[in-house]
């Protein structure tokens, strides 16, 4: 029962994880942190990080960590990108 949900956990954070390529990708290329909230990127972020301490807490520290890191990675970069590009609005500004 435990491997099934933890397949299942797995395919959720693949599924989540297709979107942040491509927003990583936009916010790279447009230079412009217009249409990006932070406070989402942010909320986001503390899902992941809530998501990792669980499975310390639960002592169920398994491959589906690997899923989270890359999920929190992504999404710390997109903040960073979303950083840099308001950097750039105020300079064109």
């Known amino acids: 029962m435990n491997n099934m949900s933890s397949i299942f956990e797995m395919c959720m954070l693949i599924a989540f994880g297709f979107a942040w390529p491509t927003s990583i990708i936009k916010s790279w290329r447009i ?11 942010v909320i986001v972020l503390i899902g992941y990080i809530c998501g990792i301490i669980s499975k310390f807490y639960g002592n169920q520290i398994n491959y589906i960590l690997i899923f989270y890191s890359i999920n929190l990675a992504m999404v710390a970069t997109d903040l960073c990108l979303y950083f840099r590009n308001r950097a750039l609005d105020r300079k064109k500004s």
């Open 31 to 41: 230079r412009t942190a217009v249409g990006k909230s932070p406070m989402f990127l």
